[in-house]
């Protein structure tokens, strides 16, 4: 074989490894951790996230479960750091316990996007709808369905949720501008069905009159609205919850739920995605400041929810 053949075929090699190097470059560790996969909201999220980097070129995704415990979350953020991943987006179960976590996935190169519950340390983003403002808006939306005097109730979120905190402060402050409006009462049921359900039992028992009930998720928002029923006051009691799953858009269809702070969360989730592949092909590793991206909420109710498509109903 003569030597210009043989240099031929070295160079012919040379640019097949070359190719199949930057191939495999171009298939980024992408991991998504939730609080648990088991929610409407999280599920979502998800799927989203999934479509999002299946249309930009069938990038693979790594979901993990940290099934409601901040614990679980943290060993998980762990895994993902030591197995070099090369973005994480991360549903804080509990803000502060999470910090540490995403300081660490930073501090070795690993952007991280946060969903729905930021965390007290700089990084890269967070994808959210506004807690606070919404929280207001449903404030609002029950005094005008309670006509502006009344009891009224708030089922709670873990402290450390900071989504669920901001919630509820946007929710006082709308319904501290009624002075016919007292809050009765105020307990968390950990964003669950069964614990809210019992909850909401606790307070029919205690209030004979109780007229409006904010729980910020629609899972527990749904649990009340079941106990509300139960004790035949259902139609006494608007019950308002926050997300906007597909469950509880028909409950409020049916006239068991009065009203939910929707949010696409499909496009939720897309939109991380899109945003972690933007900053991998650039090249950027370090961030002073968490950019905040803000989804607007749409106050879902039954004389406006058959407004919300089929295809966007999560």
Known sequence: ?????????LIAISVLVSGANL??????????????????????????????????GNIPLQSVDAMMKAETQVSMMDDFINQGFDFIILQPIDAAALTASVKKAESKGIPVITLNTDTLAPH??????????????????????????????IIQSPPGAIAGVDREKGFRAAIAKIPAIKIVGAQNAEWNKDKALALMNA????????????????????????????????????IWGFNGQLSTLLQIEQGK???TAYTNAYEQGATAARMAL???????????????????????????????PANIRW
Not at 36 to 44: F, M, R
């Open 257 to 259: 739920v009065a009203g």
């Open 203 to 238: 307070f029919l028992q205690a209030n004979k009159q109780l007229d409006g009930v904010f729980a910020v998720n629609d899972n527990m928002a749904e649990g009340a609205a079941i106990a509300a029923e139960a004790a035949g006051r259902l139609k006494d009691v608007k």
């Open 124 to 153: 890269f983003a967070c994808v959210s709808m506004d807690d606070y403002g919404a929280g207001y808006k449903v404030g609002e939306a029950m005094a005008k369905q309670i006509g502006g005097k009344g009891n009224v109730a």
């Open 1 to 9: 074989m003569s030597k210009t053949k043989i240099l031929a075929i």
């Open 23 to 56: 191939a495999a470059q171009s298939v980024y560790k992408i991991g998504y951790l939730p609080s648990t996969l088991g929610q409407a909201a999280t599920k979502a999220w998800g799927v989203g996230i999934d479509n999002a980097l299946k249309a930009a």
């Open 278 to 308: 933007d900053v991998l092909r650039s090249g950027t590793k370090t961030f002073a400041k968490t950019q905040v991206i803000t989804v607007p909420p749409f106050m879902a109710t039954i004389e406006n929810v058959g407004q919300i």
